[in-house]
């Protein structure tokens, strides 16, 4: 299991070798196709990936434009190149999608933020908005500054679009009559962005990924009605 309580480098914005990206995709299509581990007795031995949405007071967050956020930061963490084989975190995400792909999203703001950044994990950012995903870890050994962090009441009001742009590698389309609050979604999201990876070619994801690195301003995760999905 990695040693989050260690000094962290800065996240890379450099794509992952083809090599690594290979591995890491098929991980994601593994978890499609493989069974998975039962559950464990105990509850602190199941593993989960933590997830932190940026909601500041000061300035209203944008719901959707967070979503975005938080979906791409899981997909970035999934195919860093620290998550192939031979990675520091390549054990946690083999334990990880060995089971169910649980996540559990957080709010963090000031000072408890900037101090979640130093934990293993991965930061996106769309228009401003920022979530980051937290290298998975059994439930008893979540990091003391991730498990401060609030989880009940973690939500941002605001209406999705009901349009995608069409520029989007990856479409996620969320049912606007579920009644769900931000941190649910975040989560939802997640789940959908990785496996929604998995169905594109390792070259193509390559692409996408490129495409979603952060720093860059173009959107890989759009937000659509549900209803025309059907």
């Not at 998550?83 to 559990?104: L, Y």
Request: hydrophobic share 45%.
């Amino acid at each position: 299991m990695p040693d989050s309580s260690s000094a962290v480098p800065e996240i890379s914005s450099t794509v992952p070798s083809r090599t690594a990206m290979a591995a890491n995709h098929a991980r994601l299509v593994n978890y499609l196709t493989a069974p998975h581990a039962a559950d464990p007795e105990c509850r602190a031995q199941v593993w989960a990936m933590q997830m932190a949405l940026r909601v500041e007071k000061a300035s209203p967050s944008d719901r959707a434009e967070l979503l975005v956020a938080a979906a791409r930061s899981v997909v970035l963490l999934c195919l860093d190149e620290r998550s192939a084989p031979g990675g520091p975190w390549a054990s946690a995400m083999d334990a990880w999608c060995g089971a169910r792909i649980r996540k559990i999203a957080r709010r963090a703001r000031g000072t408890q933020w900037e101090t979640a950044q130093q934990v293993w994990g991965v930061t996106a950012e769309s228009a401003g908005e920022q979530g980051r995903a937290f290298v998975p870890t059994m439930v008893a050994d979540v990091d003391p500054r991730v498990r401060k962090l609030q989880i009940e009441g973690t939500d941002v009001p605001g209406e999705l679009p009901m349009t995608c742009t069409g520029d989007s590698a990856l479409t996620l389309w969320i049912n606007p009559h579920l009644e769900m609050t931000v941190g649910k979604t975040a989560a939802q999201v997640g789940h959908a962005a990785m496996l929604g990876v998995a169905l594109l070619s390792v070259d193509e994801t390559l692409s996408w990924y490129s495409a979603g690195c952060p720093g860059k301003s173009r959107g890989v995760v759009g937000f659509g009605n549900w209803l025309e999905a059907i």
